[in-house]
């Protein structure tokens, strides 16, 4: 555990009666001042999570630290936690002025004090001169302002928000998406956010958890997650994939679709069974006699910035294309990709061992230099 370290779980189960694990034996670590973000769909154990941290559950077995102390049975009170809940959970009969000033005026501060400290929260999520106004006269995402001001005025380590962009519409998500992850760097806090809009978690965070019945599947910064994925869940859960079954030849060579491609992939068994992923953005479409696949398309729908095509190959196959050419249905085309575009994954490799092929992978090249 480093020095950087503000949250711990070690081997956390949390079972609720005679039911399946809600989580499995998780482990991870929260570093202070960055932005972290639960993925997964709805049931997974996000929220499960959440509640662990802000004190309101506490874990079947396992240990949960802050600053390295056992945590398991301290009350949410005296966590230096504050929670910016999905419905906002605003008093609707106060102001937003006494909504921010709400639990400094339970820790018994003086009314300078409360008015200094609630203007400073106000000012930071851009509500500076809302202070009378009532909670039924703001918008959605001026609501969601005052829900984070009455989080940050008590100066917490760490905030944590349960899906709180869900109810907005999609121009003041996207809005509200930039102005919390500015809100994070300015204040310097650790946020954890709550979603299942994986575009959400690629676009605002420092590092994902992807999490699936219980278990954290893969953790990493956006980029590593989209391009690294390692397994099926995690590579069609993080935007759109293409897989398909595979073998691995040797290093640098795959097989699918019955053919041999070059890969940037090594350290597989040779003749293993794998799964290859191509993301749509990196299929491009050329004519049929110089595509790597030749395939014929299915069906295409305009998304604004570019057309979604899918397309079938010889075996069967669905491919996804994102491209701003147009394809016609029924028109054959061929698809060209890069050997970097190829990600291999090994069926049932585990994310520790696809972590140790990876670090062998910049110990040859080390070598190599």
Known sequence: ????TIIKFENVTKQFGVDAPVLDHVNFEIERGKFYTLLGPSGCGKTTILRLIAGFLQPTSGEVRFDNHIYNHVPANKRQVNTVFQDYALFPHLNVFENVAFGLRIQRFKQKKITEKVKEALSFVN???YEQREI???????RQRVAIARAIVNEPQVILLDEPLSALDLKLRTQMQ???RELQRRLGIT??????????ALAMSDEIFVINKGKIQQ????TD???EPVNRFVADFIGESNIVKGTMIRDFLVSFTGKEFECVDQGIQANRKVEVVIRPEDLQIVPWEKGKLQVSVHSTLFRGVHYEIICHDKDGNEWLVHSTKKAKAGEQIG?????EAIHVMVVGETEEEFDRRLESYAEEDTIGE
């Not at 555990?1 to 950087?4: A, G, H, K, R, T």
């Not at 953790?219 to 956006?222: A, E, K, L």
């Not at 698809?335 to 050997?339: G, I, V």
């Open 178 to 180: 930039y102005e919390l």
């Open 335 to 339: 698809l060209y990709f890069d050997p």
């Open 1 to 4: 555990m480093s020095d950087n």
């Open 219 to 222: 953790s990493g910064t956006p």
């Open 191 to 200: 946020f954890i956010f709550v979603t299942h809009d994986q575009e959400e």
């Open 136 to 142: 039924s006269e703001m918008s959605g995402g001026q």
């Open 225 to 227: 997650i989209y391009d």
């Open 127 to 129: 509500l500076a001169g």
